[in-house]
């Protein structure tokens, strides 16, 4: 029972002894005195105080004491007795004194009767019906304090009602029944769940998502546990692959700087980076693709942002629904597997993407290189010239350790401890060199990174969706739209490269895997305002190939996948070093420009590897004799060969000069459907099918 202050105790009392008199005075006339007060239970003290008067009684019966249930200052204990005034128990007293004590309160009840006025019962009425209701809501809130259960708990206690109240050995009942309604609850909900969401991704997915999700379920642990397997290939790898990763995110923070005015800067692209690789790797179906920044997401950014510029609309709002428009549509249609679409895109396709990438990495260690020739003093051109000889150095140097392996020196197990480890410290080797005083005075230029981590302008982390209206929300469903088809052609194409079967992959392909978890990691990018990231091919070939055991052909005498090992642990941890990376600003700035313009040269350079399109390009000018019999020239002939290259260069040509215009990449993925289009409805018309098939290009 609640505590009052002393102030309500005389009255509240006061009005519960006279009503007790008036009992006690009808038993004490029928002379049955006796029989009304049975004693129960332990023998406790009973206090009455009115006005001056004070009586001590033991405990009077149960059956008694119900009648005034809920009163306040009133204890209903019916097996132990009944309670006005707690006080310490006194021991056991003789008949005579129980006799004597009965007396003297029946003498007194007569004597107050005989003072009780019609006011004061009407004020006790009023006081019992207040504290009768006081009790009521006290013992609901209660009920929902016994059991922290479900709103369904807290529902079937409000149905209990005054009955249930007004008495406490019912409410114990009820609070066991509504208990035992929380256990059965919990029990169905853990039994049924599964059932439930089984059903649910049933209904809502098709066979396509079912067969990927089952396809890789079975290979989920192995995933992990493999790169354990292969300490020695995992730990380079990881380290080479962390500054593959780092130098896009930081050229493309640096770039997106300037484009946005500040609202996206270098910290973002780090910390993006990490967490979309991070999220990917555990929840996609081809571990061995990576998401980054890509120059095509980029330059939507771009013109998103001078949209909401000229509209005078707060960008990072419309930036944000935008995003949770396309992480909607992504999400969609891989439940509905729309990937299988991505058949219709051959291997000219692929080729023709592939070749951009490349061409486009090494564009942009170009175009550094050459800003600063651009930049610096015509008299005193010696900066340019050391910043271009640690490029050259970084590029060769890494080409070299990377071919290493194959040649005779060492034995094996040198050999590919030198090719592991070797683009990792020829990273580390030119940026100690330029930390050397007589280096310092040629001012190489360093990366543009803060010193301490703080979001650009200073920002909240969360966006504040529901400050634009409604109308303009729906609208972002437009350019949403646009984004999806660059994400859905991107994304696909690069995990296809990764799934080509030259690559040796034995887990199985999930591109519907695939999708959902790239829409999942746009939507949760977008509501922090962190850059958007895609399937990067250049990452993610470079990633098969750190992971890739190979051997020379003799025949083609160039180096062959014999085995990959498949993992998601390498993936995890390289991009949880990305976003640790906000930590280590004061250390990235020591790395030279030209250091990360080298290893541009790399990736772009090593990505044409295995592409089939740059390697016709060589043999069209190659002597036919000389050229493996299995090459397409000896069933097309050397005519027909270079005009299906011919043909790709041009759509090369055209993807890059598309790109290259801010103001319509948006629409680069109709260029991607362009190509498609040529493949199926142009090219047929001057090539058999047996043809594609010797240009391993056949129609699907």
């Not at 995933?223 to 020695?232: E, L, N, S, V, Y």
């Not at 990881?238 to 923070?253: D, M, N, Q, T």
């Not at 920044?293 to 707060?314: D, E, N, Q, V």
């Not at 978890?517 to 958007?532: C, D, N, Q």
Request: hydrophobic share 45%.
């Amino acid at each position: 029972m609640n505590s009052h202050n002393g102030a309500d105790r005389p009255p509240r009392r006061r009005c519960m002894y006279l009503s007790v008199s008036a009992i006690v005075l009808s038993l004490a006339l029928n002379s049955q005195v006796t029989g009304a007060f049975p004693t129960r239970g332990p023998h406790r003290s009973l206090s009455v105080t009115v006005g001056s008067h004070s009586i001590n009684h033991r405990p009077i019966s149960g059956a008694f004491c119900s009648s005034y249930t809920g009163v306040k200052g009133y204890t209903n204990l019916p097996s132990k007795g009944c309670q006005w005034k707690r006080s310490a128990a006194l021991p056991a007293k003789s008949k005579d004194e129980e006799e004597f004590q009965r007396s003297l309160l029946e003498a007194k009840i007569a004597n107050d009767i005989k003072h009780t006025t019609v006011k004061e019962e009407k004020q006790r009425n009023e006081v019992v019906a207040k504290q009768i209701g006081q009790e009521k809501a006290d013992l609901k809130v209660a009920a929902k304090e016994v059991k922290e259960a479900a709103r369904e708990v807290s529902q079937s206690a409000k149905k209990l009602g005054g009955a249930v109240i007004s008495n406490s050995t019912e409410v114990k009942e009820a609070v066991q029944e509504v208990s035992k309604s929380a256990k059965n609850l919990g029990g169905a909900f853990l039994t049924k769940a599964p059932g439930i969401f089984t059903r649910l991704f049933t209904l809502l997915a098709t066979t396509e998502m079912r067969n990927d999700f089952l396809r890789r379920r079975k290979h989920y642990v192995s995933d992990w546990t493999d790169a354990f397997k292969k300490k020695r290939q995992v730990i380079p790898a990881v380290l080479f692959l962390y500054f593959a990763c780092l130098a896009p995110a930081v050229s493309f923070g640096t770039i997106a700087s300037e484009i946005t005015n500040g609202s996206i800067g270098v910290v973002e692209f780090l910390l993006g980076s990490g967490v979309a690789g991070m999220l990917y790797s555990v929840f996609c179906g081809q571990p061995m693709a990576f998401l980054a920044p890509t120059g095509l997401t980029l330059a939507f950014i771009s013109g998103l942002f001078r949209f909401c510029h000229l509209g005078g609309l707060p960008f990072f709002p419309v930036y944000a629904w935008v995003g949770l428009w396309t992480s909607a549509f992504m999400t969609l249609l891989g439940l509905l597997g729309s990937s299988k679409l991505i058949r219709f895109c051959t291997r000219f396709t692929d080729e023709v993407f592939n070749g951009m990438l490349s061409v486009n990495f090494i564009y942009e260690a170009w175009s550094s290189l050459r800003r600063n020739f651009v930049n610096a003093d015509p008299m005193n051109l010696t900066m340019p010239f050391v910043a271009l000889s640690m490029a050259l150095g970084t590029f060769f140097g890494t080409m070299n350790v990377v071919k290493f392996e194959a040649t005779k020196f060492f034995n094996s197990k040198v050999r590919k401890i030198i090719k592991n480890f070797g683009p990792v410290s020829m990273i580390l080797l030119f940026t100690l060199l330029n930390l050397l005083p007589w280096a310092q005075k040629f001012h190489v230029p360093t990366l543009s990174v803060p010193d301490t981590f703080e979001l650009a302008g200073g920002r909240h982390f969360l966006v504040g969706l529901k400050d634009i209206p409604v109308n303009i929300r729906l609208l972002c469903a437009f350019p949403a739209t646009l984004l999806t088809c660059l994400f859905f052609m991107d994304q696909n194409i690069s995990v296809r490269l990764v799934n080509n079967p030259d690559n040796k992959l034995k887990k199985g392909e999930a591109y519907s895997l695939d999708m959902i978890a790239l829409g999942i990691i746009t939507g949760v990018l977008s509501v922090v305002g962190l850059p958007w990231m895609c399937g990067a091919t250049v990452q993610s070939m470079n990633h098969v190939r750190a992971m890739a055991e190979m051997e020379l052909n003799e025949e083609t005498n160039q180096m062959e996948i014999t085995e990959v090992t498949e993992t998601r642990l390498t993936g995890f941890v390289i991009h949880a070093m990305l976003a640790s990376t906000i930590l280590l600003l004061p250390l990235i700035k020591k790395i030279p420009i030209p250091v990360v313009s080298g290893v541009f040269l790399f990736l772009g350079r090593k990505l044409m590897t295995g592409n089939t399109f740059f390697k016709r390009i060589t043999d069209g000018f190659a002597q036919r004799s000389r050229l493996p019999s299995k090459n397409p020239i000896h069933l097309l002939g050397r005519t027909k060969m270079n005009i299906y290259t011919g043909v790709q260069v041009l759509c090369l040509l055209g993807l890059f000069g598309f790109k290259q215009i801010p103001s319509i990449t948006i629409f680069f993925p109709a260029m991607i459907g362009v190509l498609m289009a040529i493949r199926g409805f142009v090219l047929p018309r001057f090539f058999s099918e047996e043809e594609f098939v010797a240009l391993g290009d056949p129609t699907p």
